[in-house]
C-alpha cells in the first residue's frame, strides 16, 4: 500500500480529508441563490440570469415536470449544448428527484438507440432538430425551441404553488447516469449518487484553496456541460462557488477569445485542442489573456510545449489531472501552488485513496512499478446502471479498477502510462473503436476492418481504419467517411482510411491491429494518397471532424 508521500505536497491549507455535506446537488444552487442571489449565476450569448432568478426558474420548471407525470428516480435524457437552457434543466429535474441522463448532441440515432434501451426514459429534453433522431420511439419530449410549447412558456405557465419537494438519500439516490466505456468498450451507463457528485465538488474546491474564492470567480463554460468534467468542474462546482458562468455552445477560437476579452473569466478548464487553437490564433493576431488564474487541462495528454506556451500566454498555471467518468470524474490533480510535476496527472484530491497493482498477481506494485490504478473515495460511482455483473468486475471492496496503466514517484506523483481499455481520446472526447469498427462492418463492401488511435499533434489522437473491401469492390475512402459521418457523431469519424488486401490476425484469427496495424508510421504533414494499391490513407479536414 503507498504511503501517501503526496500529503506533504499539498498547498498550505488543503486538508487531508473534506467533511461532505449530506445534500442534494441542486443545493448547492439553493445554497448560492440565498447567499449571494444577486450575483449574476449565467451569461449566455449576452443574456444574464441571476442565482435568484436561475434559482425561481429551477423551481417553476421543476414544478411543470411534476405536472406532466415525472416521478423520483424517472431518468430523462438532456440532449442540450451547453447554455442556460441546459443549466436550468440540469438543476429542475434533480431538483424534482429524477435522473439526468447526459447525452452529446451530435450522437445520431444508432447511437440513441443503446442508450434508451439501457435506461427506458420517461422524457427528452433537447431542440426540435433532434425530433427525427427521436420519432421511432414515441417518447414523451419537451423542445426548449418549440413552436407553442417551447421552456420559456412551460416555465411562465407553471404552478409555482405546485409541492415538488422530493426526499433525497445523497447517498443511495442517484443523479446522473453518465455513459462510459468502461474497460469493455461497450457503453454503460456510469451511476453516480447526489453524494458523488457533491463530494467531488468539495474536493476539487478544498483542492483550489488559496486560488479559487467564493464568489467572485468567472467560468468560461466550454468544456460540454453533457461531459462529465464540463458537469462537474464547470458547472456544478461554479454553481457551488456563486461563480459566473459564460457559456459557450461549442468552441471556436475566434469566439472563445472574444468571450474571454468581454468576460475577463479567471478559471478555464479545458482539453489540449483548446489550449492549442489559442495558441495559433496568438501567434497571428495580438491577445491580452492576463485575468486567468489557473486553467485545468484533462480529457486527454496535455504536450509539454502547450503547457509551456499557454502558461508564458496567460501568465495563469496549467494544472494537469485526471479523471474518468465512474469517479465524478477528477481524482487527481497537480497543486496549483508548489510542486508540479509536467507530465504527471499531479496527486490524488483530499478524501482520496490510489493503489497501483500488479495486473496479473493484484499485489500492489512498487514505486516506479507500472499497474493498474485503482481509487477508492466519496466520488466512485454506485455501479452501473442495470448491470450488476459490470458493477462487481470494475468495483471490489470499494475499489474502483480504472483500466488505466500506472506509475508513482517517490513524491508521490502518479503518471499515466497506458491503457488496459482500447479507448481512443480525440479532442478530450471518449470514442470506442469497436462501435466504428460495428458500423464499417455494416457497410456491403467492408469485409474486415479495425479501428484505432494514432497520435494527432492537435487532437491528441485520432481514429485511423484498415479496411479490406469485398472482392471486386471499389468504394472508396470518401465513400465510407460518408457512410460514417451518416451514422456517427463527427468525432468519431475516421479521420484516415487505409485499405489493404489482409488484415493480420492472432493465432485465434482475430485482427491484431497491436502488434502490426498500429505501429505503420504516419508522417502528420503529408497525410495524402499513396501509390500502391493496397495502401490508401485518406485525410478529411478538421471541420468535418468538429474541431
Known amino acids: 500500500m503507498l504511503t501517501k508521500a503526496w500529503l506533504t505536497h499539498y498547498p498550505d491549507g488543503v486538508p487531508e480529508r473534506v467533511d461532505v455535506p449530506d445534500i442534494s446537488v441542486d443545493a448547492l444552487l439553493k445554497q448560492s441563490a440565498t447567499q449571494f442571489g444577486e450575483h449574476t449565476a449565467i451569461i449566455d450569448d449576452g443574456r444574464k440570469m441571476t442565482y435568484a432568478e436561475l434559482d425561481q426558474q429551477v423551481d417553476q420548471f421543476a414544478a411543470a415536470l411534476h405536472a406532466r407525470g415525472l416521478k423520483k428516480g424517472d431518468p430523462v435524457l438532456l440532449m442540450l ?18 435522473i439526468v441522463v447526459q447525452v452529446n448532441p451530435m450522437y445520431q440515432s444508432q447511437e440513441l438507440a443503446h442508450m434508451i434501451s439501457i435506461v427506458h426514459p420517461r422524457l427528452f429534453i433537447g431542440e426540435t432538430k433532434q425530433r427525427t433522431k427521436l420519432s421511432k420511439y414515441n417518447l414523451p419530449s419537451i423542445y426548449i425551441d418549440g413552436e407553442t410549447d417551447d421552456l420559456a412558456t412551460i ?14 438519500t445523497p447517498a443511495e439516490d442517484v443523479a446522473v447516469i453518465q455513459f462510459t466505456g468502461g474497460t469493455t468498450g461497450v457503453p454503460k451507463g456510469a451511476m453516480l449518487t447526489h453524494a458523488n457528485l457533491v463530494a467531488n465538488v468539495i474536493q476539487t474546491f478544498a483542492f483550489a484553496k488559496g486560488t479559487l474564492v467564493r464568489p467572485g470567480e468567472v467560468f468560461l463554460g466550454v468544456s460540454p456541460f453533457f461531459h462529465v468534467l464540463g458537469m462537474s468542474s464547470v458547472m456544478n462546482q461554479g454553481i457551488y462557488a456563486a461563480a459566473t458562468i459564460v457559456t459557450m455552445r461549442r468552441w471556436r477560437v ?42 485545468t487541462g484533462g480529457g486527454a495528454p496535455m504536450p509539454v510545449e502547450v503547457i509551456r506556451g499557454v502558461e508564458q500566454l496567460t501568465g495563469a498555471v496549467i494544472s494537469e489531472g485526471y479523471g474518468l467518468s465512474e469517479a465524478s470524474p ?49 466520488q466512485v460511482m454506485k455501479g452501473y446502471w442495470g448491470e450488476p455483473e459490470a458493477t462487481e468486475q470494475q468495483l471490489k471492496d470499494g475499489w474502483l ?81 460518408k457512410w460514417c459521418i451518416e451514422h456517427l457523431a463527427a468525432y468519431k469519424v475516421p479521420e484516415i482510411i487505409e485499405f489493404r488486401s489482409e488484415l493480420p490476425k492472432t493465432t485465434v484469427a482475430k485482427c491484431c491491429e497491436e502488434s502490426s496495424l498500429k505501429k505503420w508510421s504516419i508522417n502528420e504533414n503529408k497525410r495524402k494518397r499513396c501509390g500502391s494499391p493496397l495502401s490508401f490513407i485518406f485525410a478529411i479536414s478538421s471541420t468535418i471532424v468538429g474541431e
Open 81 to 98: 449544448p451547453n447554455s442556460h437552457e441546459y443549466i436550468l434543466s440540469y438543476y429542475a429535474i434533480l431538483r424534482m428527484g429524477a
Open 155 to 168: 416555465i411562465h405557465n407553471a404552478d409555482i404553488h405546485r409541492n415538488v419537494t422530493t426526499e433525497i
Open 254 to 295: 475566434q469566439d472563445g477569445v472574444r468571450l474571454i476579452n468581454e468576460h475577463q473569466p479567471t478559471y478555464f478548464p479545458a482539453v489540449p485542442t483548446m489550449y492549442i487553437g489559442l495558441l495559433n490564433y496568438a501567434k497571428k493576431h495580438p491577445v491580452s489573456f492576463g485575468n486567468f488564474k489557473v486553467m
Open 330 to 378: 477528477t481524482t487527481h490533480r497537480n497543486p496549483y501552488h508548489g510542486l508540479r510535476k509536467v507530465g504527471s496527472i499531479g496527486v490524488p484530491l483530499p478524501s482520496t485513496e490510489c493503489r497501483i497493482v500488479d495486473i496479473d498477481t493484484g499485489k500492489d506494485a512498487h514505486i516506479g512499478e507500472a499497474g493498474e490504478l485503482l481509487i477508492k473515495g466519496p
Open 401 to 481: 479498477r480504472t483500466g488505466d496503466i500506472a506509475t508513482v514517484d517517490a513524491d508521490g506523483y502518479f503518471y499515466i502510462v497506458g491503457r488496459k481499455k482500447e479507448m481512443v481520446i480525440g479532442s478530450g472526447y471518449n470514442i470506442y473503436p469497436n462501435e466504428v469498427e460495428d458500423l464499417l462492418y455494416a457497410h456491403e463492401h467492408v469485409l474486415e476492418v479495425s479501428v484505432y488511435g494514432v497520435p494527432d499533434p492537435y487532437r491528441g489522437e485520432t481514429l485511423a481504419a484498415s479496411v479490406v473491401l469485398t472482392e471486386g469492390a471499389d468504394t472508396t475512402a470518401e465513400q465510407l467517411i
